[in-house]
């Protein structure tokens, strides 16, 4: 683990990676060390009703572990990730108000800005070389910013009435389900939070989640700081325990077109993976 006072090797170490992000795909980050441990059991779409034969192939209510689902089939969201490409919901957003929060644990800053603002933020080759400076041991989740939860709005649910309902008991009735649509950039995401059931599936980019058993844990994850960006958490504390035993932690990159059921109360945080990335999120309402 990398020892705070070294700011120079930290940033460093902090601008390789971001690099090696910005060209994931052509450097097969994925299947670096990093990002490519992955114990969260994946099952095809196709084999969902064998592995739910009791609920049709649909995930029940309050499944007890994370799963994470996969090959869907190749026009299950065509039309909604059409919509919310970075091209078209520029050119058909771009002058829509909209609610940033922060990305720590807590989400309790708030900040307005068009969404075209937000998304040239992230997005422009000087956004990318912010992200990769920033990437620190001086950064903190509470001073970055991140759209995701705020998409109540009628152009929001407009937008996501295209979107397909993972397969799930609770999302056979649509007003069981609450939805929350999510843009983010390179090295973005939200640090360690929890809440109830639900899915989130990765329209357009890569996302790395990370999960702990809140049984486990229940006065919060290893190293938990609620102002730790999940970039952060990773190289200070998942570093130091990547060779533990912990069989109530889960990690996997959950690849485009993929959905991740997480269960409830569980603990998670994620990470973006890509420079452009749109993602749905499904709360389901059972609880225990």
Known sequence: MLPHSNH???????????????????????????????????????????????????????????????????????????????????????????????????????????????????????????????????????????????????????????????????????????LSFGLGGLLSGVSWHNHGPGFSESIVGAKHWLVYDYDAYPAGVPGFDPNLRTIDWIDRVLKSRINTADKSFFQCTVNEGELIYFPHNWWHATLNLDNYTSFVSSFTTEHK
């Open 8 to 178: 120079i090797t930290a940033i460093a170490i902090a601008i390789a990676v971001a690099f090696a992000l910005v060209h994931r795909r052509e450097s097969n980050l994925s299947n670096s060390l990093l990002f490519s441990n992955c114990n969260i059991e994946r099952i095809p779409f196709s084999s969902l009703p064998k592995y739910f034969p009791q609920t049709n192939g649909l995930v029940p209510n309050l499944f007890p572990k994370p799963i994470i689902i996969t090959h869907p089939h190749p026009s299950r969201q065509s039309l909604f990730r059409s919509l919310v490409s970075l091209d078209n919901i520029t050119n058909t957003m771009h002058d829509i108000d909209i609610t940033l929060s922060s990305s720590n644990s807590y989400s309790e800053r708030r900040r307005t800005v068009p969404l075209s603002t937000y998304i040239s933020e992230f997005t422009s080759t000087t956004a990318t070389a912010t992200a990769t400076a920033t990437a620190t041991a001086k950064a903190t989740a509470n001073s970055s910013w991140y759209f995701f939860g705020e998409t109540f709005s009628p152009p929001w649910t407009a937008l996501l009435s295209s979107y397909n309902l993972p397969p799930c008991v609770s999302c056979s009735d649509s007003s069981s389900v609450a």
